[in-house]
């Protein structure tokens, strides 16, 4: 079992950056693939980013590459993303995800999910 709490959201200026936290409970934590996805009002929840257990592979979403940076310390048990050059576009609740694989875990194939965090950027 894992359970992930984020943190880092809120309220920022188009062209602000952000760095969300996930910290995850349990051992296992290095075991298994981490992402971030976000959900907008009214719309369906997205893929932004997901990293391997080694961090060797990263993927994202083609809407933030570039702009958005995964990574995660599995000494610490937390799974980070930087997010620069903010748009309005990218207000969303932001959540973390734990996943067996990152290809499946990109797919939206996560066993965990956290609780979410609220980014807000205004133009």
């Known amino acids: 079992q894992v359970q992930l709490v984020e943190s880092g959201g809120g309220l920022v200026q188009a062209g602000d950056s952000l760095r969300l936290s996930c910290a995850a409970s349990?051992?296992?934590?290095?075991?298994?693939?981490m992402g971030w996805f976000r959900q907008a009002p009214g719309k369906e929840r997205e893929f932004v980013a997901v990293?391997?257990?080694?961090?060797?592979?990263?993927y994202y979403a083609d809407s933030v590459k570039g702009r958005f940076t995964i990574s995660r310390d599995n000494a610490k048990n937390t799974v980070y993303l930087q997010m620069n050059s903010l748009r309005p576009e990218d207000t969303a609740v932001y959540y973390c995800?734990?996943?067996?694989?990152?290809?499946?875990?990109?797919?939206?194939?996560?066993?965990?999910w956290g609780q979410g965090t609220q980014v807000t950027v205004s133009s």
């Open positions: 995800a734990a996943g067996t694989s990152s290809p499946s875990l990109r797919n939206g194939g996560a066993r965990f």
């Open positions: 349990g051992r296992t934590f290095s075991n298994y693939a």
């Open positions: 990293i391997s257990w080694t961090s060797s592979v990263t």
